[in-house]
């Protein structure tokens, strides 16, 4: 079990929409926001929100509203819109093939999306019935009367956020205001994040990573962030040196694309106070060339949509090499048997937590959220870890993910490992197909590093120098490019799966 966690600021449910409209209305003139278009400042979101929503107002009576927009100050104008009227926001991955998309708009029950004309000439027409709502064509000039937000319910779904699919349908996590601002204020007091701070922001914001912490944490600590909508290093690199960022959240392949630009120097990082990495491990082999070379460390973190995104930390100042850090404030975190029974530190099992920003369920699914949380109301992340003595997480596996093989128990992640660090190895996933003999056996597919040449020979000896000969895999295979959700996790499940011989 983890260490006790310090005392959240507040135990009482938290307010989200308010201290936002706070902040803008008290600092009309600060510049908030800068993306690829403009800069935002208070006035600018302020007045937007309050225009658009007499928009919304106008144009739908759904509870629900859809936003497909890039990462840009365009996506807070339409959330805190949505929630002028005492809506739920419902961001769009755009990303998405035409069919799933359809889906998630169907299984949300959205009747109009807020958008842009480049988003629907690029990623295709909305499903039938289902209207655009075009930033572009609201009237320019004429002020909205001045409305009140209504009296805000914490307990509220403030933002319906799907899920990436990665096991299954995309399912709709319902996140009510009071969670999302409890994992705001977690984040910030648990970074000392301030209005001092400056994040560049290139996540995509329809992922509970970008919403919640390159998004709600700037405008409620009254910081600023820098958003690019597309990830290209060089562009990142040129933000960098213009703005003089403090906080960076990225995933692991965006900190694997940032070693191959030459141009790059330590000097570049000079301003940051921390360089966080989320949604799947970061290879060894990457934080130590980002170490090598900038001379700085990248912190680990974790979390899920379900917990409005973070639960772990690992801060600078406390740092625990391939650890995701502590837990957050207010956060309670376990990590129990088969059973549920909560383990020592030191020994394996699920990760399962409690706290003010889990999620309120799955839309309409009763019987799915019924059986995400145990009998103790610790909600069941799926998540393999174990504790250390001082309480730092480290993520081991996804239970789903686990290979099981002549009975012996092996994570992906810890071949996967090993063969990162081979220099011909650019990226590797390794998954489970069947086998007669043993249950299940290990097979592996890699991206080539840039000039590599592809030896499985070699690359199955590297493997037996490092790991167990059960655990070297069958066979390794090439891929051009590893399946990945929109923010960089592998898709497992969408290897090809092979026949084991």
Known sequence: MSASPPPVASRRPQTLLGPLLRNLRRHPFRTFIVDDQRSWRGIHLYLGALYLARAIERSTPNRRVGLMLPTSGMFPLAAMATWLLGRTAVPLNYLL???????????????LVVTVRPMIERFGELPEGVRPLFLEDLERGLLPPFRRAPAEDP??????????????????VELSAAALAA??????EWGNVTKRDVFLGVLPQFHCF????????????????VYTARFVPRRLFELMRRYRPTGFVGVPAMYNALLSDRTATSADFTSYRYLISGGEPLSARVREQFERRFAITISQGYGL???????????????????????????????????????????????????PNLMTGYFKLPELTARAFDTNGYFKTGDLGRFDESGHLFITGRISDLIIIAGENVFPTEIEEVLNTHPSVADSAVIGVPDPSRGQ?????????????FDETALRAHCREHLATYKVPRSVQVIDELPRTPTGKVLRRALPVPVAH
Do not use: H, M
């Open 305 to 355: 949509t379900e917990t409005s995104a973070v639960l772990n930390w690992c801060r600078p100042e406390d740092q625990e090499p391939d650890s995701v850090g502590k837990s957050l404030p207010g956060v309670d975190e376990v990590v129990c048997d088969i059973q549920g029974n909560p383990l020592p530190a030191g020994e394996e099992g699920e990760i399962r937590v409690r706290g």
């Open 183 to 188: 994992n705001v204020s977690q984040c910030a």
């Open 441 to 453: 056996v290990p097979v592996a597919f890699i991206e080539l590093a840039e000039g590599a040449t």
């Open 97 to 111: 093939r035409p069919q799933e998309l359809a889906y998630v708009i169907n299984d949300a029950e959205l009747d």
């Open 210 to 225: 970008g919403l919640t912490v390159l998004t709600l944490l700037p405008l409620t600590v009254g910081g600023k962030v």
């Open 155 to 172: 307990a509220g779904t403030a933002v319906l956020v799907y899920t990436s699919g990665t096991s299954g349908r995309p399912k709709g």
